[in-house]
């Protein structure tokens, strides 16, 4: 018997699917029926053909992983032959979707819908099921029932886990070229760019999407949304489309609203919890957040690593994007207004900020709720800042939508336009709380955006595809198109079709100025650098340069003051002079934080009142860590890594600890206590691992201590079957 089967496809309630181990080959406890009876007698989910096939290969899991929209295989061994007659049925669920594919022998499916095929030979049945490209992803449990000798039997094949499928034509998340689907979709190792538009650096990061329980944990961070909540049902039959998927991530990523993974902490201090630039992956705060709930604490790479991993854990290609001078615009005009006083503090009233780095996600899926036009990489960005329709998410976002100014389309293209467009307008604040544009910059948001290059740890700079050249009249037609679109009175609309603050340029002083420095200053080193004043009038000015030194996190906030100073300068005509500073490391020892970073501004008034600011930031070097093998890394048998940091402090380094990640290679993030460090002591660790996965491993190893922390050093391991 031939002919198409189509799936009977009904709903249920029901709790979360079960997700315990099942072996690829299940021999079926059944006595035998001496009325003839057909039995079950074995399973055979074929996984390693099955996962081979569907590129799941890499996944530690005893379960059937499987992409939709391409078939998968089992074998049903019975007692004797099946029939048609023997009613055999196989029923697949999840959540509220309940589909029953009847079992013609033989019989052909359909690759639209959810079908069966099968061929039989002697007692085996070759049973072939095809999921549609739109199938809801998750954990489907897997039922075979039938019916002989007037007995009705149910057995359990057990489960199925169905993703995305970049690698079929038609799924919403279909991505054509071979190279970016193995690195935005399987690689499991990366770099993350941080610093800032000067100095740019770069962290490793183990995404580790495809190990043990993994999967298993972002399905149940699905399970544990908001939107589920309200509504299983509901939500369970949004989940084929990448947009909803990508939307309740986005939002359980971080802890604010749902108990969600990730804990944020801006504040430097982290009692109770880890330093944000401790982590170096993950798997080991996935885990943390299955057994205990939110992890102390995260910052928006922590947030972007994370996010990663469970968006290419389900088959969503996606990429880690830092953007360098990112601006956070609270109010939606575009502008970014900074208030200074005549030291460099910034005023109370500067509720805007420019972050020297932001970190988000791209994701490439295609976007029928707004247009085709809009299909590609989407924005997401898990980092609590603003709420989106009530919850602390963003995205998906466009980036074409972002380049052409769209930002009246979903989701939250207001805030990622301003990220990478805003115009900054620095004010003085006299003492008489009078306020003086001193300065303004169309220029100076959204640089250096960053991602790593495909096969290689190299940045690549996809700003371009998030706007036109600086400086362009193609950039501020945009830029118009965009505040008109946001103007909410008609004096917002003309305002924003004729001009705009930062485009009414601040009065020029007769002199420019800037800072230099080094970018090599390791930490427990003085910090030297220059103020370097020019004077451009053709007459002798006397300026009044006050300067300060803070240290600061990453999105420019303060930490602490470690240096002050104020000065009169007299220039010649044209001349230029350089002033030297030095910060010395007892001053910042205590101060610095685990982002190393030192914010020095200087304000400058020549006798006309004319006003220059000054600014920028020095990040500070860790020592280096060097890792070394001495043998031929194989399979299953311990490896020695030898791992060597220097203390770069005239200090006592005390409390030194090593953390060591690396999917393939340490199940279990591990934590080592060193010995304490002298001044430039070396210290040569060696560190047996037991590689358990074949193919390019990446080792990644944090060392801290009280006097510098969070070093980081990484080592791509081969690892060769044994």
Known sequence: MGGRLSSDV???????????????????????????????????????????????????????????????????????????????????????????????????????????????????????INSPVNAVIGCYTMTISFSSGGN????????????????????????????????????????????????????????????????????????????????????????????????VLSAMINSQNDNGVIVGNWSADYTGGERPT??????AILRLWKNNGPVRFGQCWVYAGVLCTVLRCLGIPTRVITNFASAHDTDETLTIDRYIDKDGVESEETADSIWNFHVWNESWFVRSDIGSAYDGWQVLDATPQEPSKGLFRLGPCSVKAIKEGEVDLD??????????????????????????????????????????????????????????????????EIFTKAKSKLATTESDLRRSTVAFSADEPAPKPDFTGNFKYSNDIEVGHDVPFSLCLQ???????????????????????????????????????????????????????????????????????????????????????NPPIKMKITEKAQLNKSLTVEITVTNPTPDEAQNCVMTIQGSGLVKEQSTIQVPQLSKNQISVSKVNILPYRTGQRCLMVDFSSDKFSDVKGSMVINVASS
């Open 10 to 128: 009904s709903h249920r309630n029901t709790g979360e699917a079960s997700r315990n181990g099942t072996p690829t080959a299940v021999a079926v406890n059944t006595s035998r029926d001496t009325s003839g009876a057909i039995q079950l007698e074995s399973i055979d989910l074929q996984q390693s053909t099955n996962a081979t096939a569907h590129r799941t290969i890499s996944y530690i899991s005893k379960e059937l992983i499987v992409r939709r929209g391409q078939p998968f295989t089992m074998n049903l061994t019975f007692n004797k032959p099946a029939q048609t007659s023997d009613n055999l049925k196989i029923n697949i669920s999840t959540g509220s979707i309940n589909i029953n594919l009847p079992i013609q022998i033989p019989s052909q499916g359909d690759g639209a819908t959810w079908s069966v095929s099968c061929t039989q030979k002697s007692n085996t049945l070759i049973v072939t």
């Open 152 to 247: 009705n039997t149910s057995k359990s094949l057990g489960n199925v886990y169905v993703l995305f499928n970049p690698w079929v034509k038609g799924d919403a998340v279909y991505l054509e070229n071979e190279a970016e689907k193995n690195e935005y979709v399987l690689n499991e190792t990366g770099v993350i760019f941080y610093g800032s538009a000067s100095t740019v650096r770069a962290r490793p990061w183990d995404f580790g999407q495809c190990e043990d329980d993994i999967l298993n944990i972002t399905c149940k961070i699905l399970d544990s949304s908001i939107d589920y909540k309200r509504d299983p049902k509901k939500e369970v039959t949004l989940r084929h489309d990448p947009v909803h998927v990508a939307r």
């Open 278 to 283: 401790k982590w170096n992956g993950s798997t």
């Open 411 to 476: 989701y939250d293209a207001p805030f990622v336009f301003a990220e990478m467009n805003a115009d900054v307008i620095d004010w003085l604040i006299s003492p008489d709380n009078s306020k003086k544009k001193i300065s303004s910059n169309t220029r100076s948001v959204g640089r250096l955006t960053s991602t790593k290059a495909i096969n290689s740890d190299q940045r690549v700079d996809v700003t371009n595809n998030y706007k036109y050249a600086e400086g362009s009249t193609k950039e501020r």
């Open 535 to 621: 004077n451009t009038s053709a007459n002798e000015i006397t300026l009044q340069a006050n300067l300060t030194a803070s240290t600061i996190v990453y999105t420019n906030a303060l930490v602490k003051d470690i240096l002050t100073n104020s000065q009169s300068v007299k220039l010649g005509p044209n001349e230029e002079k350089s002033i030297p500073y030095t910060i010395p490391y007892t001053e910042y020892e205590n101060a610095i934080t685990a982002d190393n970073m030192i914010k020095v501004m200087a304000v400058c008034e020549d006798e006309k009142k004319g006003n220059l600011l000054v600014q920028a930031v020095i990040i500070l070097k």
